[in-house]
């Protein structure tokens, strides 16, 4: 027959194992719906973000989205605010840039490393694709056809900042 300390001691052992399996058990469904990122350039005022995946993208969020290959940033994510959704008009007077008549800004003519930059789509944006951008001088966003309209399954989730 065990001892009253042995039961104890077994006691605190299950207990212990069943807190870290809850705790791995909601841990496990945090990551399932949440992803923390982080901006890499000084183009958002915030540089720290949680996302949520399962959140519905709508103008005006800031969303993080896997962008298509470019010559400047690899196997990085990038955070931007959504100016136009599908059905939107998005027009270029030389290279500044409006949504449905409202200016977003001007697409550089040169990378900061001297390199053209091609101007991005214009029209009416397709269905489940967006237009992107950040209001710094040097985001690369929708304005540049490198990146371009972002469809929504290159969309990871909703950003929110912490930071």
Same mark, same amino acid.
């Given at each position: 027959?065990?001892?009253? !300390?042995?039961?104890?001691? #077994?006691?605190?052992?299950?207990?212990?194992? *069943?807190? !870290?399996?809850?705790?791995?058990?909601?841990?496990?469904?945090?990551?399932?719906?949440?992803?923390?990122?982080?901006?890499?350039?000084? $183009?958002? $005022?915030?540089?720290?973000?949680?996302?949520?995946?399962? =959140?519905?993208?709508?103008?005006?969020?800031?969303?993080?989205?896997?962008?298509? @290959?470019?010559?400047?940033?690899? +196997?990085? %994510?990038?955070?931007?605010?959504? !100016? %136009?959704?599908?059905?939107?008009?998005? #027009?270029?007077?030389? #290279?500044?840039?409006?949504?449905? +008549?409202?200016? &977003? /800004? =001007?697409?550089?003519?040169? $990378?900061?490393? /001297? +390199?053209?930059?091609?101007? *991005?789509?214009? /029209?009416?944006?397709? !269905?489940?694709?967006?237009?992107?951008?950040?209001?710094?001088? @040097? $985001?690369? @966003?929708?304005?540049?056809?490198?990146?371009?309209?972002? /469809? #929504?399954?290159?969309? &990871? %989730?909703?950003?929110?900042?912490?930071?």
């Amino acid at each position: 027959m065990a001892t009253k !300390a042995a039961r104890r001691r #077994r006691f605190l052992i299950l207990l212990a194992l *069943g807190l !870290a399996y809850a705790a791995y058990q909601a841990l496990s469904a945090f990551h399932a719906r949440y992803v923390f990122t982080v901006n890499h350039t000084a $183009s958002l $005022s915030h540089w720290a973000f949680i996302v949520d995946r399962r =959140a519905t993208p709508e103008r005006g969020d800031l969303i993080y989205f896997a962008p298509p @290959d470019n010559p400047y940033y690899a +196997d990085t %994510g990038f955070v931007k605010i959504i !100016a %136009g959704v599908a059905g939107d008009e998005v #027009r270029r007077e030389e #290279r500044t840039y409006f949504v449905n +008549d409202v200016e &977003i /800004g =001007a697409a550089k003519p040169r $990378s900061q490393k /001297g +390199d053209p930059l091609e101007p *991005g789509p214009v /029209g009416v944006i397709p !269905a489940n694709t967006y237009f992107v951008f950040t209001p710094h001088k @040097d $985001s690369y @966003d929708s304005r540049y056809k490198q990146i371009g309209w972002i /469809g #929504r399954d290159r969309i &990871i %989730g909703v950003a929110r900042p912490v930071l």
